[in-house]
């Protein structure tokens, strides 16, 4: 079992919720080296949604990791970091479906940011179901 924080511990009492591990995303779960970007950018296989670009290619490891690129074409701070969490919350939610030893690079186009949860949800399914 997963050890948890002080402040995660503080929160599981506060709120009188199950801590779930799984719906953590840990460093090891994200792309982080501009090195491991550029190789999946290059060299990986694309998918278009409407609103999202999605590279995606083989890492050799264990686990499927994720990256996400946001530019300033999206919106303001508050839209570009609201688009990311929706993100990071469908691949928390869906990571077990996708096919392990995977980088995903997923883009953000213009529009992503009035989009809503549900609609972000479905339009990464739908294009991720094509594939994997």
């Known amino acids: 079992m997963d050890a948890l924080s002080s402040k995660e511990e503080g929160l599981k009492a506060a709120s009188g919720l199950q801590y779930n591990s799984y719906l953590k995303l ?20 694309k998918l278009r949604a409407r609103h ?11 686990t499927t990791r994720l990256g996400l690129t946001v530019s300033k074409k999206v919106g303001n ?19 077990r479906t996708l096919p392990s030893g995977v980088d995903l690079v997923i883009i953000a186009t213009n529009g992503s940011s009035d989009l809503k949860t549900c609609e972000i949800f479905e339009e990464l399914h739908e294009a991720l179901g094509r594939r994997f």
């Not at 090891?28 to 970007?37: H, L, P």
């Not at 670009?53 to 050799?60: D, E, F, K, M, T």
């Not at 570009?80 to 993100?87: A, D």
Request: charged share 40%.
């Open 26 to 45: 840990p460093k090891t779960d994200r792309i982080r080296r501009s090195g491991d970007f550029r190789k999946v950018m290059s060299k990986g296989q």
């Open 52 to 62: 999202f670009i999605i590279r995606w290619s083989l890492n050799g490891l264990d």
């Open 77 to 95: 701070s508050c839209a570009r970091n609201r688009v990311k969490r929706r993100l990071r919350e469908y691949f928390r939610h869906n990571r």
